[in-house]
């Protein structure tokens, strides 16, 4: 039916497009173990599957009035407004972090209601500018 030249070129082709399937498919699936999903209070009390195994981020406003400071850590409530979940974290939190700014928490939800961060990001505005920059303006003005 087909010449040999052609059964070759065939072969050659459906060879290179099982062969690139074969690596998007690894790449996905590597990426797939590094994603960090991000979900809102409101989100992961509708969640039906909730993984309590898998990191994810949180985010939302810290709600006024709610962090309580110890020796080596700090407990706070996340809120979009709608629903709140209670954060454990134990380090440092960012200079950015206070109550009624933006934050975003990575780590391990325990139940719907509370999740263990390992790692607590604050969010500013883009009226934002570093204290070492705003004094060094300051200071050229001088």
Do not use: C, W
């Amino acid at each position: 039916m087909f010449s040999k030249k052609v059964r070759s070129r065939i072969f050659f082709l459906v060879t290179l497009f099982v062969i690139s399937i074969a690596i998007i498919f690894v790449i996905f699936r590597s990426l797939e173990e590094n994603v960090v999903y991000f979900f809102s209070p409101t989100e992961i009390y509708n969640k039906t599957d909730v993984s309590y195994d898998q990191k994810i981020r949180i985010g939302g406003l810290v709600k006024e009035n709610s962090v309580i400071k110890e020796s080596s850590s700090i407990n706070f409530i996340i809120t979009d407004l709608k629903k709140e979940i209670i954060v454990s974290y134990k380090g440092l939190v960012p200079n950015l972090f206070s109550e009624g700014k933006g934050v975003v928490a990575e780590g391990k939800l325990r139940d719907k209601k509370y999740f263990v961060a390992d790692k607590i990001l604050a969010k500013h505005d883009e009226n934002y500018m570093p204290p070492e920059v705003s004094k060094a303006l300051e200071n050229s003005n001088n």
